[in-house]
């Protein structure tokens, strides 16, 4: 379900909506975190007039948790801080604000459901009646569970980091009891059906407008060890699914602007991009899209939980990035297969 904001006078894009209109822009909410109290899953807003064809997606700051989410948890602070990508929506803000980029945010925690994680990305061990012997799993076919059925956990799930985490690296198990059967269903229902959809809609809106349109999925990390013939352990990783998620170009670019603000960065290790790079980038047919990571050292104080004095200027180099990553893709779009660039 996608809501208009009340205080947004403008019409929906897709809906008919013209981009560009003299009414403005669009704030829509859509999804639904839990109850009715606790709101919507996400908020996206896009300028009436994009001056630059991206999209800032941030899937993990979200920080809106049922009352039950909390009672199930083991350590509450420790697993919001350990999970969340915390307060990287505040450099997101800080970025649309100033380049006039369109920003998707989800208010839904990933603790309650990982959007950067397909649907059938299931760890069964952790739902009530959920696990099945290596028999019956061989008898539905090799590969990841079915969400309304049951079957064995991938690899990833396995490891505590599937569509909904179960444990974490040094802590272990996040819950004190297991999921029931259904519960994943109707967040996927709720959450990460309609924000990707969205997403998807929108990123098909922005190429109309432009002839291209890129996507930045933005991130932020641990502080990552330094690593055999590292100066500085890096502080930003550009991930790209090696090479699959955007034209070269953007890439290439993305680490020359990082190079003369002297950043240290690395490319897709030890972070590639996942299922939203998987499912929303299609270079070949003018969608691009990168995953941004950003150190959380960079932005919040020593213990990782709140805004630093580095927030500012970190927000104003990625919207450094984003202006000349959109140029890049306005003309990627102009001189290619996709030039139907605005006027």
Not at 69 to 89: F, G, I, K, Y
Request: net charge neutral; aromatic share 4%; charged share 25%.
């Amino acid at each position: 379900m996608i809501m208009r904001d009340p205080s947004d006078d403008s019409d929906a894009p897709g809906d008919g909506a013209t981009p560009g209109s003299p009414r403005g822009g669009v704030t829509l909410q859509g999804g639904a975190v839990g109850d009715p109290v606790c709101g919507p899953a996400f908020t996206y807003r896009a300028p009436g007039v994009m001056p630059l064809p991206v999209i800032v997606a941030v899937p993990h700051a979200g920080r809106v948790y049922p009352a039950e989410t909390l009672a199930a948890m083991r350590d509450v602070r420790l697993s919001q801080l350990r999970l969340e990508d915390r307060l990287v929506d505040l450099v997101a803000e800080e970025v649309a604000r100033t380049t006039g980029a369109a920003l998707l945010i989800a208010h839904a925690p990933r603790a309650l459901l990982d959007l950067n994680r397909a649907e059938d990305d299931v760890d069964w061990g952790m739902v009530e009646g959920g696990r099945l012997s290596d028999r019956q799993a061989d008898c539905q076919g090799e590969g990841a569970a079915r969400v309304e059925g049951q079957g064995r956990s991938n690899r990833r799930a396995r490891s505590g980091l599937g569509l909904v985490p179960r444990r974490l690296p040094g802590f272990g198990e996040i819950w004190k009891r297991p999921l029931a059967m259904g519960e994943i269903e109707g967040r996927i229902e709720r959450i990460h059906r309609p924000y990707h959809e969205l997403l998807e809609r929108e990123l098909r809106r922005v190429r109309a407008q432009w002839g291209a349109a890129l996507l930045i999925d933005l991130h932020s990390m641990p502080p990552l060890r330094l690593q055999a013939g590292e100066s500085r352990a890096p502080h930003y990783v550009l991930g790209d699914r090696f090479g699959a998620s955007c034209d070269a170009r953007l890439i290439g670019r993305a680490f020359r602007h990082l190079d003369a603000e002297g950043c240290a960065s690395a490319h897709n290790r030890p972070y590639a991009g996942g299922y939203v790079l998987d499912r929303h980038a299609a270079p070949a047919r003018g969608l691009h899209a990168i995953q941004v990571e950003i150190c959380r050292s960079a932005y919040l104080d020593v213990d990782l939980a709140e805004p630093s004095p580095g927030l500012v200027p970190v927000a104003r180099m990625i919207a450094s990035l984003v202006r000349e990553l959109g140029a890049e893709t306005a003309r990627l779009a102009s001189g290619g297969d996709f030039a139907q660039a605005a006027e």
